[in-house]
């Protein structure tokens, strides 16, 4: 479910034209609805009614301000992973009694910053990082709440570049060790243990894989509670697939998936912790962006070249990820297929491939669809091109809650 429909055949956010957007702004640019998280914010609560829940938006997926105040309005805590992102969390508006740092590796500055603001929870993920952790909060006469983020060693059956709980992968510690990094974690002396900590992967679409990840976390949670740790929260993370494509088989429902959570972790007696990310915004956003020109390649290969490009939109080119597009002004009669396709210089640069579309010509306005989460959060300058505008619309009205960047904004800090 989300706000950008057609009316009298133009694609609008809510109640605002995509076109007269893009006559005001310019393209590209990303467009988030307000209505839209909002309501994502609050089914992803009403799903998880069965439980002691403590929501933390991961901060990744979507970093801007105005995004991230409206998740706090809506009673949302964070993930954050840098120090830039508790600095993004707390400028919002965000809680510091809210804020989890996840992260394999975490700087004594960004650590620092988090004790002094007195943030929930620490998600550690090595047992160095422990000692480090506990030799900084003691050095600043703290003492860090610590979860230890282990690896469940789950396959989520997702894109390799986003499954975290294989057993070759980086993060969290190996289940095998956990015991006894939770007595290291219990000597140390600028720590206290309050919880427990995974996160399997992102995009996943069933399941299966969540409920043999909280399983398997329960077993190791009472474990340890038995060996005598005096734990009260359960991290389970983030991952919840999205639908990006309109046709074919959908991810499971929040519903079901707060279901099947409350069941696997019922009588815990822990607040148990989720870090959404995608799910709450994704279907929020869109990129909206011009058509320059059509190009005929060799053969057959039709190619219609837009002013986005994957220094915009990363996710295609990274994952080969499928983003539905389609044209903002009424559809012109007929199809064919083309590439879709930026103008940075690599072959990488496909935003649509193999794409069956109406006719779109010189000057038409696109959009591709469920932009909103890991869009303008992994934007870069590539090829010297300005990071596009972001604009909030929240009924009739919107407003610009990013600028686009200007050529001065590209060379800021150099010099010759
Ligand atoms: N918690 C932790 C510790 C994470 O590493 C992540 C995402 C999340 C929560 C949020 O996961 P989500 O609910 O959004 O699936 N750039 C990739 C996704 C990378 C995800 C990284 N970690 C993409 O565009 O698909």
Redesign the pocket.
């Known amino acids: 479910m989300n706000h950008f429909q057609r009316k009298r055949g133009e694609l609008c956010c809510e109640d605002v034209p995509l076109a007269e957007l893009a006559a005001e702004v310019g393209t590209p640019a990303y467009v988030y609805s307000t209505a839209t998280l909002r309501r994502h914010a609050r089914v992803f609560k009403a799903a998880l009614r069965g439980l002691d829940v403590l929501a933390c938006f991961?901060v990744?997926?979507a970093p801007n301000l105005a995004l991230l105040s409206l998740l706090a309005e809506e009673g949302f805590g964070f993930?954050i992973?840098s120090g830039g992102e508790l600095y993004r969390a707390l400028k919002a508006g965000g809680e510091a009694d809210k804020i989890v740092f996840?992260?394999v590796g975490k700087r004594e500055e960004e650590m620092e910053a988090a004790l002094q603001a007195r943030i929930h929870q620490f998600?550690c993920e090595s047992e160095e990082e422990l000692e480090q952790l506990s030799r900084v909060a003691s050095r600043a006469r703290k003492v860090a709440p610590v979860a230890l983020r282990v690896n469940p060693e789950v396959d989520a059956r997702t894109?390799p570049?986003?499954a975290?709980a294989l057993a070759s992968s980086k993060f969290g510690v190996p289940a095998g060790r956990v015991r006894k990094a939770y007595r290291l974690a219990a000597s140390l002396p600028g720590l206290k243990v309050v919880g427990l900590a995974c996160?399997i992967g992102?995009?996943i679409d069933e399941l299966g894989p969540f409920v043999e990840a909280a399983k398997k976390m329960r077993a190791l949670f009472l474990q340890l509670r038995a060996d005598g740790h005096d734990l009260r929260r359960l991290d389970m993370?983030?991952?919840?697939g999205v639908p990006y494509r309109e046709r074919g088989r959908q991810p499971a429902s929040p519903q079901r998936y707060g279901e099947a959570l409350a069941r696997a972790l019922s009588g815990l007696e822990a607040t148990v912790i989720f870090?959404?990310?995608?799910?709450l915004v994704a279907n929020a956003g869109v990129l909206l962006s011009r058509v320059l020109l059509r190009k005929q390649g060799h053969a057959a290969r039709k190619f219609v070249v837009v002013d986005a490009g994957m220094n915009d939109l990363l996710?295609p080119a990274l994952?080969q990820?499928h983003h539905e597009l389609e044209p903002v002004g009424r559809p012109r009669r007929g199809a064919e297929v083309v590439d879709v396709v930026g103008p940075v210089c690599e072959s990488a640069d496909v935003l649509a491939k193999r794409r069956r579309l109406p006719p779109l010509q010189a000057g038409d306005l696109v959009v591709l669809r469920t932009a909103g989460?890991?869009g303008m959060a992994?934007a870069s300058q590539y090829n010297a091109r300005p990071r596009p505008v972001e604009v909030l619309v929240d009924g009739r009205s919107w407003r610009v809650v990013r600028a686009r960047e200007s050529y001065a904004d590209l060379v800021r800090g150099e010099s010759v």
Not at 237 to 240: C, D, E, Q, R, S
């Open positions: 991961a990744k997926s993930d992973v996840s992260g998600n894109h570049y986003v975290t996160h992102s995009q993370g983030g991952g919840l870090e959404p990310g995608r799910l996710r994952y990820a989460a890991y992994m």
